[in-house]
């Protein structure tokens, strides 16, 4: 009687370490608290009180270089998002930590698997006295397999799992809007330095007729040699 006592004691203990075990979660992470002044020591231009900064790191920011209505540049922005290996490489690490996310998500279901085996056997025709029918055997197995989340480890690696997926999406649109950003920096400097060179070769085609234009005037006795040396020196 008392051997079966402290069994059921011991039964009871175990079960209530389980059950309090069940209960026990890791921390959740909270947002902590940054305390805004009253009033900033400047105020900005017109009284109007600052707002706070709202990040928005994952969202696609779209085709925005088309406002410049440039057919050269929206070409190449769609070369540049189709085959860039840095764009292309934060967007491999945004569907590694998608399926990151699945993976550990499949461990809060059970694991089911099924596998199927045929044999077939003959006798060996050395065997006297034996038949020599064929034989065929088929085997199905099935096995099942759930580990409880007493311990709330797999549901603390979920969302970890989901806080690198969230960071990895703001990394991949901001790669994608610093590369095309500066694409069109790039774009429209090269643009300048060609209208300048454009604008140079016009300035000495002008200098080049106007010293042509003054040396047949001077052929011409219209103008002074003094006027025709001028030119030539400007020229």
Request: glycine residues 6%.
């Amino acid at each position: 009687m008392k051997r079966s006592l402290q069994r059921v004691l011991s039964l009871t203990t175990t079960l209530s370490l389980v059950a309090s075990g069940a209960c026990v979660v890791g921390p959740k992470y909270t947002v902590p608290a940054v305390p805004a002044p009253a009033a900033f020591k400047e105020p900005p231009p017109g009284g109007d009180a600052m707002q706070p900064a709202q990040p928005s790191d994952a969202v696609h920011r779209g085709v925005w270089w088309d406002v410049f209505g440039d057919a050269r540049l929206n070409d190449l922005e769609n070369r540049l998002a189709a085959g860039n290996p840095t764009l292309a490489q934060a967007e491999a690490r945004y569907q590694q930590a998608r399926a990151l996310v699945r993976e550990n998500r499949s461990q809060l279901y059970p694991n089911v698997g099924v596998s199927a085996s045929v044999e077939r056997g003959r006798p060996s025709s050395r065997q006297l006295g034996v038949s020599q029918t064929s034989s065929t055997e088929y085997a199905v197995q099935g096995t099942a397999s759930w580990e409880l989340d007493f311990w709330g480890r797999v549901r603390q690696t979920v969302s970890a799992s989901v806080a690198t997926a969230q960071a990895s999406a703001g990394d991949r649109e901001t790669t994608r809007l610093s590369l095309a950003a500066e694409l069109a920096t790039d774009y429209f400097q090269l643009r300048s330095i060609d209208a300048a060179s454009r604008l140079f070769d016009e300035t000495i085609e002008a200098y080049q007729h106007s010293y042509t234009l003054t040396q047949n005037q001077y052929s011409a006795g219209i103008v002074a040699s003094a006027i025709a040396t001028n030119s030539t020196t400007a020229a």
